[in-house]
């Protein structure tokens, strides 16, 4: 098996999963001159892993790493909604072209299944909720356009070459290793560090998925033949303001919390996405998934592996 992105947050948990069950891996990881690979640097299975340093913008880089390998899961992507509006082009080459990449690739070496990852910001303002795979894109930051456009060169391949594609769309992922660019690193960090905490818009909803239940929904659709040519969400379906979840934050490490709305930190108003709830019910009738770990469960073990790594983070900075 092939995983991209496999130095990040989700990458290096499904990579620790995989050789968990037995798979024999091997990571592609971004390369640097420090020659760094992520988070499997501090790993436990980073011993019986092929770690592979490239970059999924560079086909001979992609190509190199998909061969031999029946089944890549393509995590890689430029993630930071605020960083798109500086920097969109570097979107679109890295989500964009680096997931064309991996997908012909994938077709040259006649791959048994391709894993896609999508995002729910692709479905931008909810139109009605909870949120079903039928539900428009709309494009409302230059992160999510790349994401839509990535998704749909997936699809292309899918119907024009027959190359086996699953797309996944789990809604706002948290867990250990989580980047402060994440609301939940953000407002767990600076609580561990004080009693004020600064956000974005206190109002909007998301739908937050522990990071142990995304993995397994990319398991499912790795192994599920009826996943082939599908676009399947997983999420929790429940919704919880963002100003809410610091509450709930700020209860479970018994603080008050005092939340200060940064102007920096919000998003262009067209831009903003409102609300964020999944329908999941294809992924149960498919694959017989669902969400299993609770909101409050999951941010208790995110809360205390953030205090055992806190110096990690740059907690009172913003990180775009």
Known sequence: MLVTGAGGFIGSHLVERLVELGADVRALVRYTSTGHAGWLDSSP???????????????????????????????????GIPYSYRAAQSYVRTNIEGTLNVLQAARDFEAERVVCTSTSEVYGNARYVPINEEHPLQGQSPYSASKIAADKIAESYYLSFGLPVSIVRPFNTYGPRQSARAVIPTIITQALSGSEVHVGALSPTRDFNYVSDTLEGFLCAASEPQAIGKTINFGSGVEISIGDLAKLIGRLLGKDLTLVSEEQRVRPEKSEVERLCADSKLAHHLLGWRSRVSLEDGLRQTIAWMEDNLGNYRVKEYAV
Request: glycine letters at 6%; zero cysteines.
């Open 45 to 79: 299975v980073k011993s019986d892993v092929d770690i592979v340093l490239g970059d999924v913008r560079d086909f001979d880089s992609v190509r190199g790493a998909m061969r031999d390998r029946s089944v890549v899961f393509h995590l890689a992507a430029l993630i």
